[in-house]
């Protein structure tokens, strides 16, 4: 079982930052493609920022120049610098991990979410 465990949200003004952190633990083999996602009120989940094992990045084009997605492997981490927030990006922020077991295949876990507001 993986669990994975955010945080870093909170409430912060327009133009502000804040910075997310996401740590995996359990038993697995390795850690894949990790990846940040928000869901606004009202709103389906969204990707923001993702990252493969060996540091590639993708992000939604409304958040491009303004978040940084990283991660630290030996540490099972994966972090979101959220800068120049904007009242849009208030949102529940989770954590996904791709993760793979000695059994064949990629299975996916999920945080528990943390809140992010931006108050203008």
């Known amino acids: 079982q993986v669990r994975l465990v955010e945080s870093g949200g909170g409430l912060v003004q327009a133009g502000g930052s804040l910075r997310l952190s996401c740590a995996a633990s359990?038993?697995?083999?390795?850690?894949?493609?990790m990846s940040w996602y928000r869901q606004a009120p009202g709103k389906q989940r969204e990707l923001v920022a993702a990252i493969t094992t060996g540091g590639s990045t993708n992000y939604a084009g409304s958040v491009k120049d303004r978040f940084t997605i990283s991660r630290d492997n030996a540490k099972n981490t994966v972090y979101l610098q959220m800068n120049s927030l904007k009242p849009e990006d208030t949102a529940v922020y989770y954590c996904?991990?791709?993760?793979?077991?000695?059994?064949?295949?990629?299975?996916?876990?999920w945080g528990q979410g943390t809140q992010v507001t931006v108050s203008s």
């Open positions: 996904n991990a791709k993760v793979k077991h000695a059994l064949p295949g990629e299975y996916d876990y």
């Open positions: 359990g038993s697995f083999f390795s850690i894949n493609d």
